[in-house]
């Protein structure tokens, strides 16, 4: 079966509405996938869900008509992922598996032992739409600019609880302490290369909302702490439960 493309676009999805495409997306259908008018290529933007298109090419540039919705748009988690900056390639590992594993939002926090204190939130949001687009995912994440750790917890809302990986050890196993947990609303705070200053340790353990928890015996990387956190999650309360969409070609 031929493979369809799956671009995600900000122009609104109904039927009769032909919009033009971004410059990189049609060279990207036109001349990369060598695609000719009336292709078919799946659209997504966040919000119609996801649309069977009809292409259009007018030299270099490319036009998509929405023709037949394929998947009504569905509420994704509220799941929010806070983590400390580490180096750039690793960084953009973060990004990418936390919108391949649902999370509806990301926010850098700069803390005590943070190295990597500046951060592009254009070219996170590129590499969140590639991983959403080769996902099969309907929604982006929002990806916030850096804020201090203490900046993140003053605006917690207080009713929305946060596990927080504390590399200590001393605490209970995150799926253990997720296995009673049912609110589909909660954050997960992963910290720096070095982890937590004992400053913020004694902050973060004075906070009602925060639930210390640890991810076992081992000291882990800190983008694979934030992959084995997110997949505790989503095995436990998450939507692993559901079956995959697979489109029909």
Known sequence: MAHIPRLYVPNPLASASEFELAEGQARYLIKVMRLSDGATVRAFNGKDGEWNCTLRSQG???????????????????????????????NDFIIEKATELGVAVISPVITDYTQNKRLRVDRM??????????????????IYDEMSLTAALEAWPTDVPLFYCDEAGDTKPMINALEQYTNLSAGILIGPEGGFSPNERELLRSLDFVTPV??????????????SALTLWQ???????????????
């Open 214 to 227: 640890t991810l076992g015996p081992r000291i882990l990387r800190a983008e694979t702490a934030v992959v």
């Open 60 to 90: 270099k540039r490319g036009f998509l008509a929405p023709a037949t919705q394929t998947r009504p748009q569905e509420n994704g988690s509220n799941l929010h992922l806070l983590f400390a900056p580490i180096k750039k390639a690793r």
């Open 235 to 249: 095995s436990q309360v998450g939507d692993w439960q559901k079956q995959p969409y697979l489109p029909k070609n």
């Open 125 to 142: 949001e590129l590499l969140a739409i590639e991983a959403a687009e080769q996902t099969e995912r309907l929604d982006l994440p929002k």
